[in-house]
């Protein structure tokens, strides 16, 4: 059951938040005493919560802590930090995450004691990429006689030394304490002896755990449960409130070895389940980006343009299919063409017969593979590009799914309108030589796998789609057909 406070958490950020609302409900909120932390999304979309956590917060900063899962996915951390080293990286998203909350109004909420993962709690400018921040921290790592070395100590003192990540000097006593940074509450570092106290007398927000790092969930301050320390989980040092830390990272009661959910950095958890295909997140995505572009002065500017920049890379289906098809006769009224069996309106005041402008109108058919060779997330895929043909055409398209025959024949305006009917063996050859027979089409476009046999050049242009989470082969698909590669990873 999801506790009351979350449900109205993500119906309140829905409606400050309206252009993220296709992540925010496509979020399956899960229960769960596995996770360390208070909240952590996975890649399909599964946002995974501990009850005793969230109960004792208020809906604002649950709302918030949704808001920074979303962020992850928006802007595909799991994808950047391929290649990255884990640690690092994990801070550095939570640093580029929280930087955008703070700036957009939002207060970072403490989650028992523990303070927000922030870029000046590190002595880093805000408002940088992940990417910025992860090269600042992996500099940091490497210049052990930096005085604000190592990931632990951000603020203005503290000696990590920097061979460990989150290591600030309280696992080999190489620090004394560090002073907190502003309304940030700086990590700094403290021996085990000094009950968390910093050289000011202040208190800490944590000791140097060997393995802290950030996670996904709320961008939570560092953990002092490490038994390197002399810590045991519980019995942490105060974390800046008088209250100890019991091991919460992130808002999370973490272990040092699952830090986030793999929204943040790609790494599946142990608690994680399949979630949605990777076909179906990749629509969410896309439709999300759409809300965004279209919310000019209401979304945050720069996400507008990222969004904008994103779908003008999509494949352009109307001028691809109008550049390949030179020959068409059947038009429509539109910007495309001129043309005297359509003259224009305007002839009549100047008293001389003008062209029309008309766009051709194509006859399209789509064949879409549905043999058992086709997986849930490829199949989705596919999906995705029927919906961008027949959104980009405006008019309806026929799409025909099936596997050695055609089972399913029907025009549609949508994908959502498409049945997927098969699962049997593969002949995208027999299916073409069904549609050319009927003669009328402009074009056929074939989304498929490539596992299949292929008929002879028919007489109506082909263009294939390969739909393969790993590559094609292009000896694979006839020569008389027209390739295009549509995949979103560019």
């Not at 005085?147 to 003192?157: E, L, R, T």
């Not at 910007?335 to 008309?358: C, I």
Request: hydrophobic letters at 30%; proline letters at 6%; a negative charge.
């Amino acid at each position: 059951m999801i506790p009351p406070n979350l449900q109205a958490a993500r119906l309140r950020q829905a409606a400050r938040t309206r252009y993220y609302g296709s992540y925010i409900w496509a979020l399956n909120m899960k229960p769960t005493t596995k996770s360390p932390f208070i909240m952590s999304v996975s890649q399909g979309l599964d946002l995974y919560f501990r009850p005793d956590l969230v109960a004792a917060q208020p809906v604002d900063s649950l709302a918030t802590i949704v808001l920074h899962e979303v962020y992850h996915l928006i802007l595909r951390h799991f994808q950047r930090g391929e290649g990255k080293e884990l640690e690092p990286w994990r801070l550095a998203v939570d640093m580029e995450v929280n930087s955008r909350l703070r700036r957009e109004g939002y207060s970072l909420p403490t989650v028992q004691g523990c303070a927000p993962v922030t870029a000046t709690a590190y002595g880093f400018p805000e408002n940088m990429t992940a990417e910025e921040y992860y090269r600042l921290l992996t500099f940091m790592a490497e210049t052990p006689d930096d005085p604000n070395g190592g990931f632990g100590g951000g603020g203005d003192s503290g000696e990590g030394d920097g061979e460990d990540f989150g290591k600030s000097g309280g696992d080999k006593g190489s620090s004394e304490g560090g002073e907190g940074s502003g309304d940030d509450e700086g990590s700094g570092a403290g021996d085990e002896d000094s009950d968390g106290e910093d050289s000011d007398g202040d208190s800490g927000d944590g000791s140097g755990d060997e393995d802290s790092d950030s996670d996904s969930g709320g961008g939570q301050g560092p953990d002092d449960s490490d038994e390197s320390s002399g810590n045991a989980p519980g019995d942490g040092p105060d974390d800046g409130d008088g209250k100890p830390n019991d091991g919460i990272r992130n808002g999370h009661a973490g272990s040092p070895q699952d830090f986030s959910g793999s929204c943040a950095d790609g790494v599946r958890k142990p608690w994680e389940g399949e979630g949605v295909g990777r076909g179906r997140e990749q629509i969410i995505h896309q439709k999300c980006l759409q809300d965004i572009a279209s919310s000019p002065g209401v979304a945050p500017g720069d996400l507008v343009k990222m969004a904008q920049d994103f779908l003008s890379n999509k494949t352009p289906w109307p001028q691809m299919l109008r550049s390949i098809l030179r020959n068409i006769i059947a038009t429509r009224p539109g910007d495309d063409m001129t043309t005297y069996s359509r003259l224009s309106r305007r002839g009549g005041a100047v008293k001389h017969r003008l062209p029309g402008r008309v766009t051709p109108e194509l006859n399209i058919a789509v064949i879409l593979d549905s043999s058992g060779s086709m997986s849930e997330d490829m199949t989705d895929l596919a999906l995705g590009e029927v919906d961008a043909v027949a959104k980009g055409m405006g008019y309806p398209v026929r799409v025909v799914t099936g596997d050695t025959e055609a089972h399913w024949n029907k025009r549609v305006t949508r994908a959502r309108q498409v049945k997927v009917i098969g699962g049997g063996g593969t002949n995208m050859g027999r299916l073409i030589e069904e549609l050319d027979k009927g003669g009328g089409l402009s074009v056929i476009i074939v989304l498929t796998d490539c596992e299949t046999p292929w008929c002879d050049r028919p007489r109506t242009p082909v263009i294939v789609v390969p739909i393969s989470a790993h590559g094609y082969s292009r000896k694979r698909i006839p020569e008389w057909a027209r390739v295009i590669d549509t995949r979103e990873d560019r």
